[in-house]
């Protein structure tokens, strides 16, 4: 079964600085698409970036563009999302997936499998 584990949410002051990362296991990482959605209770979930297999290509919704920066290492399986200039409506739980249809005109993306979330807050 396809395992992703997100890790280094936190509790962080606005304007600062954090790097999220999830660990997969038991799917081939290097072939596919990934990405990050944040979902706040109560609502729809929110593409926040996307990276294809070879880092070529990048997509960032533009609630992020600019202060997100999504990146990937294929040896160690693993994907990150360095989340900087952090504001108030950042805070959310964060969830890495692996993407099975893409659309990087309209950037929409479908999911396959993602992770329990790793939950970002951000503080006055």
């Known amino acids: 079964q396809e395992r992703l584990v997100e890790s280094g949410g936190g509790l962080v002051q606005i304007g600062g600085s954090l790097k999220l990362s999830c660990a997969t296991s038991?799917?081939?990482?290097?072939?596919?698409?990934m990405a990050w959605f944040r979902r706040a209770p109560g609502m729809e979930r929110e593409l926040v970036a996307a990276?294809?297999?070879?880092?070529?290509?990048?997509y960032y919704s533009d609630s992020v563009k600019g202060r997100f920066t999504i990146s990937r290492d294929n040896a160690k399986s693993t994907l990150y999302l360095q989340i900087d200039s952090l504001q108030p409506e950042d805070t959310t739980i964060y969830h890495c997936?692996?993407?099975?249809?893409?659309?990087?005109?309209?950037?929409?993306?479908?999911?396959?499998?993602w992770g329990q979330g790793t939950q970002v807050t951000v503080s006055l």
């Open positions: 997936a692996n993407v099975k249809s893409e659309n990087w005109v309209s950037g929409q993306f479908d999911y396959a499998s």
């Open positions: 990276i294809r297999w070879n880092s070529d290509q990048t």
């Open positions: 038991h799917f081939s990482f290097s072939s596919y698409t």
